[in-house]
């Protein structure tokens, strides 16, 4: 019986030929004014690449492609089972290319390889499977009018679809407006950050080889003010669908209102809850899940449980087996197959958490855990899992998104104290309650102001349910059918039956 070799990412990573322009109507582009910028590893602080720095002039060129494309029929009027097979094989490729774009992923933001392959390619490349799946099974409506007439409510195709996305999860965060928006029959213009923009091309250029139509899938990397601005101002683009800070997503919308109100789909921030009640059964469990939920990608997750709220009676012993937990995360080299906790994206990045790390010392939490850079003789940006207990819900690291390896312990009496501290703030994105009893499971669950509430459970995760927050976490939903509610518009045709 063969076994699979493990791969020597590094060995690889030195034979990668790393190409970095735009994409624009199918082919990799320059940007109009040569301007590039540098990509630089978090792993050890090296340029690896330089990339496209393109500007409104080059958002014009992509836009126009995406438009021309659109109209032209040529994937907007496909058969529904014909788009099917395109974004079938587009999936099959992201799959056979998944190491590449793998390594890409964590050269460029960091993240340890075996998540990059083992969730981030995967989950990518079942999302554009699933989306094109799903659109030749969804069908309309025809509404219960009177006998005299037939009124067809129908989705439509929008047209020109821009997407701005994160760096935390580049590909995936990129396929979950793709998927969509592609199937229904958009041409899309996506802007990554300028922190990760490499997987971002390469994913389309798999789109093309696949089958799909030039102009229908364009990428611009560049920076936020730059690209991202004039992709979100552009007269000619009909929604934005947006991931990222709560800041930024507030120009979204005064974009629009400057530009032609295209829609926008907004997917924020987080500060999420995470309620351990003492009448659990499984607290090793819960502990366990906690911290390992809290850490997951570095703790850059807009869902990071990083308000963990735990009932006074358990909290010494409950904490105890967190701080235990957490030593589980040490940061080790993201290209060794072992390593659970990678860099952060920048160094930018590592001096904010940094930053609040600090502020929690200050505001007299109790530093538990980390609270230290790490891996400084690499040249990356590391920071050690860290746990502050004696966290009150008005500290600056009770109430801002750190996006960092960093846990807030919180204390609460009962329920009505948890429950209420829990929805005081400003995001809503996701949840969690931990307890055995039935009624107050549901009671807690019903009460959490949050888009996604997790019961005995953290991370549960599937390509059919929706992702999105209530408040200042956003107003879309990505995943699952209802996304296709953003990339469509609802057309009604009234027929009237003779007289
Ligand atoms: P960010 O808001 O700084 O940047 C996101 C994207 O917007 C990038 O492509 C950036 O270049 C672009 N951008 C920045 N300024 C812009 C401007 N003025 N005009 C147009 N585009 C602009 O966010 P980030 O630091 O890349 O990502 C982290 C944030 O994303 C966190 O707040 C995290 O919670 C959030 N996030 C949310 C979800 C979700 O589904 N709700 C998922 C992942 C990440």
Same mark, same amino acid.
């Given at each position: 019986m063969s076994t699979n070799p493990i791969p020597d990412w590094r060995a690889k990573s030195n034979l990668l030929a790393i190409d970095a322009r735009a994409f624009i109507h199918g082919q990799r582009v320059a940007s109009l004014a040569g301007e590039t910028f540098d990509v630089i590893s978090p792993i050890d602080g090296k340029t690896i690449a330089q990339a496209a720095r393109c500007r409104a002039e080059d958002v014009d060129a992509a836009v126009k492609s995406a438009r021309t494309t659109f109209e032209s029929g040529k994937w907007s009027q496909q058969a529904p089972a014909k788009r099917k097979r395109v974004m079938l094989k587009w999936a099959e490729k992201l799959l056979a290319a998944k190491d590449e774009l793998a390594l890409l992923e964590t050269l460029d933001m960091g993240k340890p390889i075996k998540y990059s392959l083992g969730v981030d390619v995967q989950s990518a490349a079942n999302c554009i499977a699933w989306y094109g799946e799903a659109i030749d099974k969804v069908y309309d409506e025809i509404a219960p009018t009177p006998h005299n007439a037939l009124a067809l409510i129908r989705r439509e195709a929008m047209g020109v679809i821009g997407a701005i996305v994160p760096w935390n999860y580049p590909m995936l965060m990129s396929a979950w407006k793709l998927g969509p928006s592609i199937a229904a029959g958009n041409s899309i213009v996506l802007k990554p950050s300028e922190k990760s923009p490499l997987t971002a091309m390469r994913m389309a250029e798999l789109a093309i080889e696949a089958g799909l139509p030039p102009g229908v899938f364009n990428v611009v990397p560049g920076f936020g003010h730059e690209a991202g601005e004039a992709l979100a101002l552009h007269m000619d683009v009909d929604a934005i669908g947006f991931t990222g800070s709560t800041r930024v997503g507030r120009k979204m919308l005064e974009?629009?209102?400057?530009?032609?109100?295209?829609? =926008?789909?907004?997917?924020?921030? /987080?500060? !999420?809850?995470?309620?351990?009640? !003492? #009448?659990f059964d499984d607290l090793d469990r819960a502990a366990a899940t906690a911290a390992g939920s809290m850490y997951f990608n570095q703790g850059e997750s807009c869902n990071a449980p990083s308000r963990l709220f735990v009932q006074e009676s358990i909290a010494d012993s409950f904490i105890e087996k967190v701080v235990a937990q957490s030593k589980h995360y040490l940061p080790g080299d993201?290209? #060794?197959?072992?390593?659970?906790?990678?860099?952060? =994206? #920048? &160094?930018? &990045? &590592?001096? %904010? =958490?940094?930053?609040?790390?600090? @502020?929690? =010392?200050?505001? /007299?939490?109790?530093?538990?855990?980390?609270? %230290? @850079? @790490?891996?400084q003789d690499t040249g990356g940006f590391y920071v050690n899992p860290t746990v502050f207990d004696g966290v009150n819900n008005t500290m600056k690291i009770a109430r801002e998104e750190i996006f960092g390896p960093v846990l807030s312990i919180i204390r609460f009496k009962d329920e009505a104290d948890a429950v209420a501290m829990a929805n005081d703030s400003s995001y809503g994105l996701h949840a969690a309650v931990w307890s055995s009893n039935i009624d107050r499971a549901h009671r807690v669950a019903k009460a959490l102001r949050a888009g996604t509430v997790h019961v005995n459970c953290y991370d549960e995760d599937d390509i059919t349910v929706p992702f999105g927050g209530y408040k200042q976490s956003g107003n879309g939903r990505d995943k699952s059918l209802h996304a296709l509610e953003k990339y469509t518009e609802l057309k009604t045709t009234w027929i009237r039956l003779g007289r």
């Open positions: 974009y629009s209102g400057q530009s032609n109100l295209k829609r =926008v789909f907004n997917e924020l921030g /987080g500060k !999420s809850a995470n309620l351990i009640f !003492s #009448d993201p290209l #060794d197959n072992n390593t659970v906790l990678g860099a952060l =994206v #920048d &160094q930018g &990045q &590592q001096r %904010t =958490v940094m930053g609040y790390i600090e @502020a929690g =010392v200050a505001e /007299g939490a109790r530093l538990l855990a980390g609270g %230290t @850079a @790490a891996r």
